[in-house]
């Protein structure tokens, strides 16, 4: 391997067995909104207005360059939610009003969304719209039954490490050949990586105090 794949890799422009896209999906981001933002000099509706407008552009450039499409085909639901934080009151406003509406409202998205999903892989276009539609139907949906959920919200403290970890079980059963008993295989995975988030967690927080502190 090229020392200069290895610098790459960093970035996750390049992959040393990482998982490159989402590095650099994330730092694009980052960087997309700081300017966005910067530019905006701290209106809120023209920083997100930006970054919608960017990350299109950042999407189409992907495509430009041959990218995978698993690269860029999420990013545009990142501006996707600044959107709706800024619509937030009124919808919940608006959905919440009475159980018709509500009800009225979440069998339209769900309608969209098996729309959507027939055709998701016809296109980013597709693609897109029915990203953004699962996200308001969990939303929505969040909003009448789980909302509160001490189990969701032990998931939302620990995401960054069920999220990168989980491809270890994967890994492990896919080798001793249980990846033909999908039931098994995704329960044990499940209960695997949930143990593995929790003890990198742990390790980390102790790890980042002593650090903070060491500092």
């Not at 996750?12 to 067995?17: A, K, M, Y």
């Not at 552009?57 to 939610?81: D, P």
């Not at 009225?104 to 597709?126: Q, T, V, W």
């Not at 139907?137 to 403290?157: A, E």
Request: charged share 10%.
């Amino acid at each position: 391997m090229k020392p200069l794949d290895i610098l790459l890799a960093f970035s996750g422009w390049t992959s040393i067995g990482n998982s490159s896209w989402y590095v650099f999906a994330i730092l694009s981001l980052y960087l997309i909104t700081f300017v966005s933002f910067l530019l905006a000099r701290g209106n809120v509706y023209a920083g997100t207005a930006l970054t919608t407008l960017l990350s299109i552009l950042f999407v189409f450039w992907q495509m430009r360059i041959g990218r995978e499409e698993w690269t860029y085909n999420t990013a545009i639901l990142f501006s996707a939610g600044m959107v709706f934080s800024l619509i937030k009151p009124f919808f919940e406003k608006l959905v919440a009003k009475n159980d018709a509406i509500y009800f009225s409202f979440f069998a339209c998205l769900l309608i969209l969304y098996l729309f959507f999903d027939a055709r998701h892989n016809r296109g980013i276009k597709y693609y897109s719209l029915w990203g953004i539609l699962f996200m308001m139907l969990i939303v929505t949906l969040s909003m009448k039954f789980i909302s509160g959920s001490q189990i969701l919200r032990w998931f939302g403290s620990h995401v960054f490490s069920f999220y990168i970890l989980q491809r270890i079980p994967f890994l492990l059963l896919s080798r001793f050949g249980y990846q033909n008993s999908p039931v098994f295989f995704v329960a044990v995975s499940f209960l695997f990586t949930i143990s593995l988030s929790a003890l990198f967690d742990f390790v980390t927080d102790k790890l980042d105090r002593r650090l903070v502190v060491s500092g």
